[in-house]
């Protein structure tokens, strides 16, 4: 029997509710802790405090509009689940549970404002159901985030009068921290000269739990040195390319995992495809698409796709899904070993 609690957080959604409420009404509180093992299996136990927090729910609703009522449909032990509860909390109102049917869930909420957040995933389903897409449309905002979205289902989406939000953040920012490219007010992003993206601001963790050696590397001069590759536009928006450990070393050539992806997302077969390197003994690592699918896909076309062409897969694996997390983000390490097995 799992006990709940906030070092690290975990429970049932109401037993993390009523720990987050005393955290919330506490005169100084001891920050919680998120455990996560990351998409590559790295354990970490991100520390939180309440000021941070409240940074991230007051800049959340003041970049949406004000605050609202949430939908909870995520995991309460991951930050995304947790920051649902404690918006709800600092909004005062009451959030609502999903019941596996958007419709079923809308019905119950009361809150003038409505707000739900969802992983990709989650919303491509929502969009394969009618019932589900017209629900979907009285939400002031549907926040997307946790990995990357397709162009075409957002496409879809707003087509259906969906008001999409795509988020970029990770724990250790205390969840989404950036809304369509652009930082919430008070987080600052800037690009070091090996194209890693760095945050700043009052939404970051304090450090690792237990970890002070990976905390000194994340955490340095005020800034959160993240996993990601990216770039910034001339008007400041955000645009993630890759991550740091998704780098395919082919036969000397680095191939960002990442852009590839989406390359090959845009094949109308493919409903979601990871990109990662497979041992070989004569070019070191060799780039394989692992593509869940339901239709026919060969891997010449998946090849035409790609440019430059030096980036193209070699080899191709059709899954009927990708191994994922809890959190919904892909299970990198189970990936790589498909790859490497297959």
């Keep these: 029997m799992t006990t709940s609690s906030l070092r690290p957080v975990r429970g049932t959604a109401a037993e993390v509710l009523a720990l987050l409420r005393e955290w919330e009404a506490a005169e100084d509180p001891p920050p919680l802790v998120i455990e996560t093992s990351g998409s590559t299996g790295r354990p970490k136990r991100v520390v939180l405090s309440r000021a941070a927090m409240r940074a991230s729910v007051e800049a959340t609703h003041e970049r949406l509009g004000g605050p609202g009522q949430w939908v909870l449909n995520l995991p309460p032990a991951y930050v995304a689940g947790v920051q649902v509860l404690f918006r709800s909390i600092v909004a005062g109102t009451e959030p609502v549970l999903f019941t596996n049917d958007v419709h079923d869930t809308v019905m119950q909420m009361t809150g003038p404002r409505r707000y739900i957040s969802l992983v990709p995933t989650q919303l491509e389903r929502c969009l394969g159901n009618r019932h589900d897409t017209e629900a979907l449309g009285s939400f002031d905002a549907v926040l997307v985030g946790g990995g990357p979205l397709r162009r075409q289902t957002r496409l879809d989406a707003e087509a259906e009068d969906i008001r999409v939000v795509q988020t970029y953040g990770m724990s250790e920012t205390c969840g989404g921290c950036v809304y369509d490219g652009v930082p919430l007010d008070a987080v600052a992003l800037k690009i070091d000269a090996d194209g890693q993206v760095l945050v700043g601001g009052p939404v970051l963790f304090d450090g690792y739990e237990g970890d002070p050696q990976r905390t000194t590397e994340a955490l340095q001069d005020g800034w959160f040195r993240t996993d990601d590759l990216g770039r910034l536009d001339d008007d400041g928006r955000l645009h993630v390319t890759g991550r740091v450990d998704d780098m395919v070393i082919s036969g000397g050539l680095k191939v960002p995992a990442g852009a590839v992806e989406r390359m090959l997302a845009e094949h109308p077969s493919v409903d979601h495809v990871a990109v990662v390197g497979a041992p070989d003994d004569e070019w070191g690592e060799v780039v394989v698409a692992i593509v869940a699918t339901t239709k026919d896909v060969t ?19 059709a899954v009927d899904d990708l191994p994922l997390l809890g959190n919904g983000k892909l299970d990198r390490l189970t990936a790589r070993r498909w790859a490497a097995d297959a």
Excluded: G
Aim: glycine share 0%; proline share 11%.
């Design 299 to 317: 891997l010449d076309e998946l090849r035409d796709l790609v440019t430059p062409r030096e980036w193209a897969p070699r080899r191709m694996l």
